[in-house]
């Protein structure tokens, strides 16, 4: 792998999902009707950092993050993971010469695609759900290591299982082997589900809104830990959420995402001072603050959003701007550099 090279590129990435479900539809041949979801979306992911992934929900995040796992195929588009093409299996291809090196040109697309789960985890939204209710928790943990490291001595499984809990903050980690995920609190769940994620000290994780099924008070802990994880591992992190509050306090890049496309990204500290869309105005300007000092004027975006399937003219966000120009309706904005790595897809940023 290229030192400079990107853990993660996404390049025009479009997935779209036909929603044509009855028979009639069939037999007279009417045209399905398609949503949306992610439509020509690019960015990209450095080694050891974090990039969080907000907007509303169904602007097209978590089905971003699921293409990024090749859990979906994507419509159209490149995903790069470590420089290789891992769309192009996914769609059933297979590696080209040019990539027959990389990391995930194994002989068959299983081998691959283990060799995708050994380098990208995901870690989802709901602990209640994401582990098995029926394993223990040391079963839970051994899991990956069974299906990509085989048969392995006891004693060494154990190292393993015992190091990926306490870094989890799960200590002392035999003291939760022996239980199932129905005697843990909502907080040790997640922690499992994290440890699971890790103990293959994968490249990247992609972290789908993991605290908010959590208690406020031990959300910071799980983004600390995540945070630790980071700068211990370098391990680079893809943060799905709603919240910019917590995005605010975690990430090192924001993108905001609006009816499936990006129209701001940027380094944190620069996006949350001078935001410059004005969804991503209106999105900061309703966190709460503790102080009355701090406060700004909620920015109350008209109506609801738009039908994916049926997508406005011109500028997605016009029907519900304040501040949007007859230009808006019609010519659909591009994302631009407007400097310091920060970009904009807004008509207000032309002059």
């Not at 499984?157 to 809990?165: A, F």
């Not at 900061?284 to 008209?302: A, Q």
């Amino acid at each position: 792998m290229n030192p400079t090279q990107p853990v993660l590129q996404v390049i025009d990435l479009y997935k779209y999902f036909s929603n044509r479900t009855d028979l009639m539809s069939s037999v007279h041949w009417r045209k399905p009707e398609v949503v949306k979801a992610v439509d020509g979306v690019s960015f990209s992911l450095e080694k050891g950092e974090i990039l969080a992934l907000v907007g509303e929900s169904g602007s097209g995040k978590t089905t971003t993050g699921m293409n990024v796992l090749g859990l979906q195929s994507p419509t159209n588009g490149t995903i790069l993971l470590n420089g290789y093409d891992t769309s192009e299996w996914a769609r059933g291809k297979g590696a080209t010469l040019e990539t027959r090196n990389s990391l995930f040109a194994e002989k068959t697309r299983r081998q691959r695609i283990l060799a995708l789960r050994r380098f990208a985890q995901m870690i989802f939204q709901d602990p209640y759900e994401s582990l098995n209710p029926r394993q223990k928790v040391f079963d839970i943990m051994a899991e990956p290591l069974d299906i990509h490291q085989g048969s392995i001595p006891r004693e060494e499984k154990e190292g393993i299982i015992h190091n990926s809990m306490e870094l989890c903050g799960l200590q002392p980690a035999e003291h939760f082997w022996g239980r199932y995920p129905s005697e843990l609190s909502g907080g040790q769940r997640q922690r499992i589900a994290i440890a699971s994620a890790v103990i293959l000290s994968p490249g990247l994780l992609v972290a789908d809104e993991p605290v908010s099924m959590l208690d406020v008070s031990i959300r910071a802990e799980i983004l600390n830990l995540l945070k630790n994880i980071r700068d211990k591992s370098q391990t680079s992190i893809l943060y799905i959420t709603h919240d910019l509050a917590t995005a605010s306090y975690f990430a090192d890049r924001v993108a905001v995402m609006y009816l499936g496309k990006i129209v701001e990204i940027g380094a944190c500290e620069s996006l949350f001072r001078t935001p410059r869309h004005p969804y991503t105005k209106a999105l900061l300007s309703v966190i709460p603050v503790p102080t009355l000092r701090r406060r700004k004027e909620k920015i109350i975006l008209s109506g609801e959003t738009p039908n994916p399937i049926n997508i406005p003219s011109g500028c997605r966000l016009h029907p519900r701007c304040p501040a949007a120009l007859e230009k808006c309706k019609l010519v659909e904005p591009v994302l631009q550099d407007i400097g310091l790595d920060h970009k904009v897809s807004c008509h207000l940023m032309d002059d």
